[in-house]
């Protein structure tokens, strides 16, 4: 189940920042009293009557600006209204309607999404009567006049927000499809195999790094079952994301990540492993999603009889942590292998979502333990009581022990390792929660 968006849009300097920085409960946004200060958006969860969704912290909306930064403030604004489920609209009522709020409003109409109208800065909240009748004149519907500043009618809003919400039920997606998001850097070639796996030219396809600006999905069905491919823009090390637009993007593949159950984390052949690649398989990993490292451009690549194993070599010792990742080299240009991707996908997420009896993994546990003791520490041996699998995406155990300290980062790989032995769990992550007996702190 996907948690739900909120975007928070309006004209520059309405207090977008600050009503945000409440909500989220920490100062995340710059809060300047200059226009156009939240150049770039911000997001963070906050949770509500027991909901919990992402507001997103927009720029503001110059709706006729020329100029450059102003009018990438709103194309950002725009994909988030594209990407919200519920729509804050923010307006000064000091200031009362502007035409910028005029044109603004026109824009979200057009969405044809639930629209809250929200009047900041009412710090004289009983005296604000006559000051919000003119806001009606905006089609929106009620205006609520709220003081970000003072924290004045901020529950009210949250409580429109929550009633606005998707039911719960409406974000639930089939259990029979596969979720699979394409990550990687710019131009490697995401696009290119989506557009291979369809058999039509779904994706702009372009030789330009950062073409693709929003995640995108396809539902593709075949005899392999059924997929939603989420082809997302490529994540660029920040020091390089100029465009104002592209950290959106970021944010963008971030959640396509979350909503994904399976990542085909893709690379260049021809360029190998970065150190920005590395953090975009830990966005994956940290995630707890199942993961296929594909090699693009295979066809490119200049080989040998021993290429294609001194390949997988360098990207294990490149990727440490996700050396549990199987590999497949493909070229998304001509076809080559894609067709085994399927398989392969069907693997990993079966795998990511595997459920091992307590009998069985008390076996592998007790067997593991007879061929290598726990630690000692100062005399004191660590003892291993039981283990159960706590849950599934990614495979989570809990182990029973008779002093945390004692079960150190070495031990508990050498665990997950044999639990791997046992069980496969081909591409997914193992997590291990390890409890003192009588203790219900995680580690």
């Known amino acids: 189940m996907n948690k739900s968006t909120v975007a928070i849009v309006g004209r520059p300097n309405v207090g977008k920042s600050t009503f945000f920085n409440y909500i989220v409960g920490k100062r995340i946004s710059i809060v300047e009293d200059t226009p156009g200060v939240t150049r770039d958006r911000v997001y963070a969860d906050a949770t509500w009557r027991g909901r919990t969704f992402t507001f997103i912290d927009t720029g503001g909306i110059e709706p006729d600006s020329e100029d450059v930064i102003l009018s990438q403030m709103r194309d950002q604004a725009n994909i988030a209204i594209e990407l919200a489920d519920v729509i804050i609209f923010l307006t000064d009522i000091k200031q009362g309607v502007t035409a910028e709020d005029k044109e603004i409003a026109l824009m979200l109409k057009k969405s ?9 800065k009412a710090d004289n909240y009983g005296q604000v009567s006559n000051d919000i009748y003119e806001f009606y004149n905006l089609g929106i519907g009620e205006p609520h006049p709220v003081s970000a500043t003072n924290a004045i009618g901020i529950g009210d809003i949250l409580d429109e927000i929550y009633e606005n919400l998707p039911k719960e039920s ?74 104002r637009i592209e950290k959106f993007s970021v944010m963008r593949s971030v959640f396509a990540v979350d909503r994904a159950d399976v990542c085909l984390f893709m690379i260049d052949a021809n360029e190998g492993i970065t150190e920005q690649d590395t953090k975009i398989v830990g966005e994956a990993h940290e995630a707890g999603k199942g993961i296929i490292i594909v090699v693009n451009k295979w066809d490119e690549y200049e080989k040998d009889t021993n290429s294609t194993e001194q390949y997988k070599k360098q990207v294990y010792n490149d990727l ?11 070229s998304a240009k001509t076809g080559q292998r894609v067709n085994k991707l399927f398989e392969l996908i069907n693997n990993v997420a079966s795998q990511n979502a595997m459920r091992v009896s307590t009998a069985m993994i008390n076996q592998v546990l007790n067997e593991a333990i007879a061929i290598v003791q726990p630690p000692t520490d100062k005399g004191k041996r660590l003892k291993i009581y039981y283990m159960t699998q706590a849950s599934t ?24 390792n044999q639990i791997r032995k046992e069980f496969g769990l081909t591409g997914t992550p193992v997590r291990m929660i390890v409890r003192e007996r009588n203790e219900n702190k995680d580690r």
């Not at 044809?112 to 900041?120: A, H, M, T």
């Open 112 to 120: 044809k999404k639930p629209i809250i109208l929200v009047c900041n």
């Open 170 to 243: 409406e974000k639930v997606e089939e259990d029979d499809v596969i979720r699979v998001a394409i990550i990687g850097k710019p131009n490697v070639g995401k696009s290119s195999l989506v557009n291979k796996i369809l058999g039509e030219n779904r994706v702009i396809v372009s030789d330009i790094a950062g073409t693709t600006r929003d995640a995108i999905d396809s539902d593709f069905e075949n005899e392999y079952g059924k997929y939603t491919f989420i082809d997302t823009a490529g994540i660029r090390r920040k020091s390089k994301v100029k465009e």
């Open 320 to 330: 440490k942590y996700a050396s549990y990742a199987p590999i497949i080299f493909i």
């Open 393 to 416: 995406k990614p495979p989570t155990f809990v182990t029973f022990v008779n002093d945390k300290s004692l079960f150190h980062f070495s031990y508990e790989r050498y665990l997950v």
